[in-house]
């Protein structure tokens, strides 16, 4: 009878353990997210709950915010990142204000989506100036970085208080970064120059910018048609 001698390929072998580190690796990463999200809710909902409850003064905020992460062992970037949505949902404006402030003095949070929020925040709490000064910072630290959505909250904040000027040179940085404006910018930007009786510019900005096409909803179906006419009051 002939043996057969029984070995391992160590080839077979080692893509096999390496596949089951993988898999293990996966499980165990996509575990330990379903827990960190999970407390950065609660933790989330807490500081909203904490920063409501203050009085409208800086050093309060700021004396409890610093309180909120005095035992954490990294700042819980997550957790202060959802109660800002929170509390920008609820129209806190103040206290948004307040959160992102700080965060920034940590040297946490400096994203896109934060400045987006803040300059909200600055728009609807009549803070023209700030954002003004938040602005130049991010136009000269981030220029060649700067998301449509950003230059647009900036011309709408502009539109907002009626300062024509301010949002035609916004829309000049614009341009020059090659950043192409969406359709309520183009609007705001015609309506400026209207008002600043530069009609021809107006018709420039339209015939360059004005999309030619758009889709509505006819007897259930959803139809492109062509746009013949700027609607001004839409």
């Known amino acids: 009878m002939q043996h057969v001698r029984c070995c391992h390929n160590p080839l077979i072998y080692s893509a096999a353990e390496k596949e089951m580190s993988k898999k293990v690796g996966k499980k165990e990463h996509h575990l330990w997210k379903k827990r960190d999200s999970t407390g950065s809710g609660q ?17 309060a905020v700021y004396g409890a915010l610093n309180k909120w992460i005095a035992w954490e062992p990294e700042f819980p970037l997550i957790a202060a990142m959802k109660a800002l949505r929170i509390l920008r ?7 948004v204000i ?30 023209v100036d700030e954002a003004e000064s938040l602005w130049n910072m991010i136009l000269h630290t981030h220029t060649r ?4 959505r950003l230059f647009s909250r900036m011309i709408s904040l502009y539109d907002h208080h009626d300062m024509p000027d301010k949002l035609i040179e916004v829309f000049a940085d614009m341009e020059e970064l090659s950043v192409k404006p969406d359709e309520d910018t183009v609007r705001r930007v015609a309506h ?19 999309c030619k096409w758009k889709y509505i909803h006819f007897k259930g179906e959803r139809v492109r048609v062509r746009t013949d006419a700027w609607d001004e009051k839409c």
């Open 145 to 148: 970085s700067i998301s449509k």
């Open 43 to 59: 933790k989330a909902l807490n500081l909203v709950r904490i920063v409501s409850e203050l009085p409208n003064e800086k050093e």
């Open 98 to 127: 307040q959160v992102a402030k700080w965060m920034l003095s940590k040297g946490q949070g400096a994203t896109m989506g934060t400045y987006d929020t803040l300059l909200l925040a600055f728009d609807m709490d009549w803070r």
């Open 192 to 210: 400026a120059f209207q008002t600043l009786d530069e009609e021809e510019k107006q018709k420039l900005v339209l015939q360059k910018y004005k």
């Open 89 to 95: 949902k609820r129209s806190q404006w103040k206290r």
